[in-house]
């Protein structure tokens, strides 16, 4: 998953129906549109275009079947928590911050005593304009997985975690905190319909000066069984009323330390993050795909990363097709300094890495975008610099991978990087309709 300081910089072939659609009110009794495919939307909370109304006039509430929000940290003590200290919480993001009626998805002016405001108030009433939508909330990400190991590894600090969880979010206890009169029991409860886990990574990989422990796989395996116990016996029916969901990484190295097999009877799905393959931390270059769908044989990169190659991978190693999302980016990654070459300056060298820019901004930026289809990869090029991103066309293209290739579905990070239209959203929408 990207950082929060990117994030702010800036997310053969034989046609079947689908294993897994969108079935949301299967599970709650909820009725609404039934669309094709699971279609997974991040909404970060931090994000200058994070807002629920822009969600629902864009249309791409009405094109989504779950909603991740990221996201809640977790804490030295192993517990799911709420505060306002910077760079550990964003209660006010959350829950405190005070919507106008212009601002809110219903017209509807948040009320002085309201005791949930904030994004959690507004995704509440973006449910109820679209009820074919579900909320989770996604826990960790890039820079909050430090404690992660810590949580997960003995039973009891599982039980602990996984309670600290289900009660702060599902159940909606949310803390009063000294600064703000919001909160308390069940403030937010009906908000969240499940969680989304994205640990990143069991075993090493991800920031500077997360715990890591080399049996962190398998206590990923026994965390995810504990997250769904708890969560069935709070449904106090059989099925899986709550979502349980991870995000995971399209690393082979990564994905060899997990139990799929295993982890696939606890989760509903895995989102895999098929993106961030290559980027500016690789500031000379060359310029290369961040997301492409297939390995393209000319990458001077051995390893010829693509989505399709790591979505391979987590089936061989025991994870069904169907219960895999396929994540795509709405965010570019760039170089400059980058000569012409032979395709638009793919493949080559660079002076520097360019700063991150969304999908609406690039589309933006002057330049040539180049279509590479037999690759599923596409690009923007001025002559000097060279941004990797999704087109609506390779947006397209992906979705209906996942249909022709019975995958659950299709991921987003993140919706904020998407135009006031949702001309991406959109383009996912048409991929996973049938034709």
Known sequence: MPTRASALLAAATVAALLAAPATANAAD?????????????????????????????????????VINYAFGNVSAEGTCFESNEAGQGDARNDYQRSFSAAESVDGVADAPGQKLKGHLNQLRKLKAKNPQLRTVISLGGWSWSKYFSDAAATDEARKKFVSSCIDLYVKGDLPVLADSPEGGKGAAAGVFDGIDIDWEYPGGGGDAGNVVR?????????????????????SGRKGKKYLLTAAV??????????????????????????????GPWEGKGPANHQAPLYSDPTDPDPRRRSADQAADHYQERGLPAEQLVLGAPLYGHGWTGVAPGKRGGLFQSATASAPDHSYQEINALPGKVYLDRDHGASWKYDGTTFYSYDTAEVLTQKARYTRWNDLAGVMVWSLDGDDARGSAIAALDRGLSRD
């Open 249 to 278: 990484a399209a690393n082979e190295t990564v994905a060899d330390r997990l139990e799929l097999p295993q982890l696939s009877e606890s989760v509903d799905w895995l989102n895999l993050m098929t993106y961030d393959l290559h």
């Open 214 to 234: 080399p049996e962190d796989g398998h206590n990923f395996t026994l965390l995810m069984q504990e997250f769904r116990d708890q969560l069935d016996a709070l």
């Open 29 to 65: 009794g909820r009725h609404g549109p039934k669309l094709k495919g699971q279609r997974v939307g991040y909404f970060t909370q931090w994000g200058a275009d994070s807002s629920a109304k822009r969600v629902q006039e864009s249309g791409q509430a009405a094109r989504l079947t």
